[in-house]
């Protein structure tokens, strides 16, 4: 099972950024979509935001206007810019892809916003 690696977690401020970044630890084939998800604890797994290899990209509505989830056909990664970060916000986010063979997740970057 191909792994996601993800990158670019941390702890920042109320009103801070962070971009966070996510490759397969080997090539993909026929992806359909990547995207982020967060997990709150003792939550389920939530989407936040995923683009399709089309373009068409799907947001929370907690992160509309804040977040933006962009999509590399070509080197298999995706990213998700996060601005104008809350305390609501903390969590761990994980990358996730649907490509042949299935769903690929990786093991999650702890986000965590300060008040």
């Known amino acids: 099972q191909v792994l996601l690696v993800e990158s670019g977690g941390g702890l920042v401020q109320t009103g801070g950024s962070l971009r966070l970044s996510c490759v397969p630890a080997?090539?993909?084939?026929?992806?359909?979509?990547m995207g982020w998800y967060r997990q709150y604890p003792g939550k389920a797994r939530e989407l936040v935001a995923q683009s399709t290899s089309g373009g068409r990209k799907t947001y929370a509505d907690s992160v509309t206007g804040r977040f933006s989830v962009s999509m590399d056909n070509a080197e298999n990664t995706v990213y998700l810019q996060m601005n104008d970060l809350k305390p609501e916000d903390t969590a761990v986010y994980y990358c996730?892809?649907?490509?042949?063979?299935?769903?690929?997740w990786g093991q999650g970057t702890q986000v965590t916003v300060s008040s």
């Open positions: 080997a090539k993909l084939f026929n992806i359909n979509a």
């Open positions: 996730h892809a649907s490509a042949r063979g299935g769903d690929y």
